[in-house]
């Protein structure tokens, strides 16, 4: 079965300290990888999705960015945090558009 | 362009009464339709989706959705709630691309 891992589940940086969030999925290939920010009382936001290795496409410009170096592994980075960065930071992957997504169990980023 | 729309920011019911949380779309065509809860501090998961065939699906933790065409909905019900059930819930469509929108969710309260 397919699981999909991330990590941390919870941190707390300074602002302009750098950011590495690590996502991983299990028991599937060439999946469909997606990270969410998901802001204290707000929806989901979609900052970035990838359909293949190297294939990054950002929904919002911003002071993260998004790599696929393996086919099942996402990163979202930052050189320089920002306050406004803090929230709850979502995983998620999809064989594709009509399964729905999985999403992995969050990250809680806090920047003081 | 695609929108999703949760008219209710919380709703309180009491334990063993029934629910039903609103989601209304605008989307040209029909789309692929999702429920998904989330409780505190956990990821999202998803509950039921449409995207053919029967209108009333079936879901897990005794939850079902309809799909009214004529009304743009896809209404979350359960005829009878358990204290558990209380969380956050989030619709979703999505429009053969790769990613979804997301409603900005429904609170449930569920008083014992």
């Known amino acids: 079965s397919q699981t999909i891992h991330q990590w941390p589940a919870t941190l707390v940086q300074p602002v302009g300290s750098p950011l590495s969030l690590e996502c991983t999925v299990e028991g599937t290939s060439n999946p469909n990888l997606y990270w969410y920010r998901q802001a204290a009382g707000r929806g989901l936001q979609l900052l970035f999705y990838s359909v293949g290795i190297g294939q990054i496409s950002s929904e919002v410009p911003q002071n993260l960015s998004a790599s696929r170096p393996q086919d099942r592994q996402f990163i979202l980075s930052s050189k320089k945090l920002l306050l406004s960065d803090s929230g709850f930071y979502l995983c998620a992957w999809s064989p594709g558009p009509s399964y729905g997504y999985t999403f992995g169990s969050g990250t809680r980023l806090t920047v003081v | 362009a695609q929108s999703v729309t949760q008219p209710d920011i919380h709703i309180t019911v009491s334990e063993g009464a029934s629910l039903e949380l609103r989601c209304n779309y605008s989307y040209g065509a029909t789309p692929y339709l999702f429920w998904y809860v989330q409780s505190p501090g956990q990821g999202l998961q998803l509950l039921l989706k449409y995207f053919s065939g029967d209108t009333l699906v079936q879901g897990i933790k005794g939850f079902e959705a309809e799909f009214k065409r004529s009304q743009s909905s896809f209404n979350l019900r359960k005829p009878s709630v358990h204290w558990s059930d209380a969380a956050e819930y989030f619709c979703?469509?999505?429009?053969?691309?790769?990613?979804?929108?997301f409603g900005t969710g429904t609170r449930l309260k569920v008083l014992a």
């Open positions: 979703a469509v999505g429009a053969g691309t790769y990613n979804y929108i």
